[in-house]
């Protein structure tokens, strides 16, 4: 059975520090996918990573995947109250089934 | 675009009643998921439909649970009797890829929070 950890559960910081998710995972993804939730809404696809070693920016969102595509990490640089959600990794497996981890709850006070 | 469309949003139930979810998939997406989650974790995959056959199942409870998508276009979730341990957001998801190789792109509904009481 495929599982995706993520680290850490919960997190609340200032606005304006940074911080790290990781999602680690004992198996081989063919991708990894990373979504935010937010209260009362279903996931938003944030950024898609394919290749091991790959790095993807989204503003102030650095995505990176393992060389050996079996974690993920995301930095967040000066976090802002609007980052505030759940944001969750989704390994693709190589016949397409997406696997969730469980997800990572960020609060970001002004 | 019209994205993927969930009701009721909001459902409470004693123990051992039946609820229906209903949803409709962006047009023209082929593939359609239900997914369960749970207060606190991640989204896990209960049946995964391609047009209006089932590719995977392997996680619905099918003495409880049941699911389809008649004409490969909106889906039903049926839950019957509901336990304690249903309470759960259902969330409906649809994707354009096959999802045989590389990554798909999911859009999900907003949701169906069951509440079981």
């Known amino acids: 059975t495929q599982l995706l950890e993520q680290s850490p559960q919960f997190l609340s910081i200032q606005e304006g520090e940074n911080l790290t998710v990781y999602c680690n995972s004992s198996?081989?993804?063919?991708?990894l996918q990373w979504y935010r939730q937010e209260p009362g809404e279903g996931p938003v696809l944030l950024v898609t990573v394919v290749t091991g070693g790959e790095v993807k920016k989204l503003k102030r969102l650095t995505f990176q995947f393992g060389d050996a595509r079996k974690d993920s990490s995301l930095h967040i640089t000066a976090a802002q109250p609007g980052d505030t959600g759940l944001y969750l990794c989704?390994?693709?497996?190589?016949?397409?089934?997406?696997?969730f981890g469980q997800g990572t709850e960020l609060s970001v006070k002004p | 675009e019209a994205g993927v469309a969930q009701s009721p949003r909001y459902k409470i139930i004693e123990k051992r009643q039946s609820v229906a979810f209903w949803c409709n998939p962006i047009?023209?997406?082929?593939?359609l998921y239900w997914y369960q989650q749970i207060l606190g974790q991640g989204p896990k995959l209960l049946i995964q439909?391609?047009?209006?056959?089932?590719?995977?199942d392997s996680q619905l409870p099918k003495d409880r649970f049941s699911a389809e998508r008649l004409k490969g276009v909106d889906s039903t979730l049926k839950i019957q009797p509901a336990k304690l341990e249903d309470s759960a957001v259902y969330l409906c998801a649809s994707s354009p890829r096959t999802g045989l190789s590389g990554a798909n792109v999911l859009t999900f509904g907003a949701g169906s929070r069951l509440t079981v009481l």
């Open positions: 198996s081989v993804f063919s991708s």
């Open positions: 439909f391609q047009n209006n056959g089932v590719v995977d």
């Open positions: 047009s023209g997406h082929a593939t």
């Open positions: 989704a390994g693709v497996s190589q016949g397409g089934k997406l696997i």
